[in-house]
């Protein structure tokens, strides 16, 4: 069988699946257009995509061998699943192994805004650091904060996990209780409006759905404390971004640490000329043991698809169940 993949991945994942397949990789360092995705996929049996990838109806339907899509990422949204679900093609992500690398990145946000850190490397690499002031570059304490979590799975867990040693006061939103904080950390489960107005750092870590599209906008900027944080490393369009740039501009907040953006890779001039936001390129699971382990959990969903098995992290389990009544 055959495997076409967006785009190269680490070693690792290409070997296990070249045992088995056929592969043909993206030549290009660069993300394909949907127009080149559906000539990929021609004569192929699967297709190893990234959430770079418009995985839509138009590329699902192209070639009616296609009979497994494997996601190199957590985030599926990228994905129309209920389209592959009706062509009866699993599609798998790779939960848990980006999970640690993905909350140390917000914990790296959080530092870098409230101690502005970007700003003081700047500042001093461009030689204007004449001797230390006592109101130079005045930033946030963390310690026994409040901090905001904003949709309790697993990234959300353990970047709120991660704040024990600064004694933190833990709110979180979740359609669920998460039992496990409200243990170990004596989290409370609030309302985002409640958890907007008391936190001093917001942390997003919902996925994308209709429902989060825009869950942060000009009113819950409004809720905020003046001098909060806001991190996002989950997706872009979770925040309104015009909102924020006005918050930012206007100092309704403090400050923001974005990972992800509305409309990657465009970021506004407007966003990108502030210094109260620290801004990087999308890599929240960017580490080379966790990219590795992506690759190989991707590498391993095809494989179990390709041979009509229920891949390991199948986003879309239903499609086996119609098979086995059908
Ligand atoms: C994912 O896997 O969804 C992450 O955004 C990758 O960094």
Redesign the pocket.
Known sequence: MKVFVTRRIPRPGLDLLKKEYTVEINPHDRVLTKEEIIKGIRGKDGLLCL?TDPIDKEVITAEPKLKMIASY???YDNIDVAVATQQGIPVSN?PGV?TET?AELAWALLFSVTRRIVEGDTFTREGKFKGWAPMLMLGQDVTKKTLGIVGTGRIGTAFALKSKGFEMNVLYTDEQRNEQLERELGAKKVPLSTLLKNSDFVSIHVPLTKATHHLIDEKEFHMMKKTAVLINTA?GPIINEKALVKALKEQWIFGAGLD?YENEPEIPMELKNLNNVVLQP?????TVETRTK?ALMAAENMSRGLKGNIPPNCVNKEVFLRKSTT
Not at 282 to 286: D, E, F, L, P
């Open positions: 959430l990422a957590v985030g790779t980006l993905t997706r992800v999308h890599i929240g699971s960017a992506m």
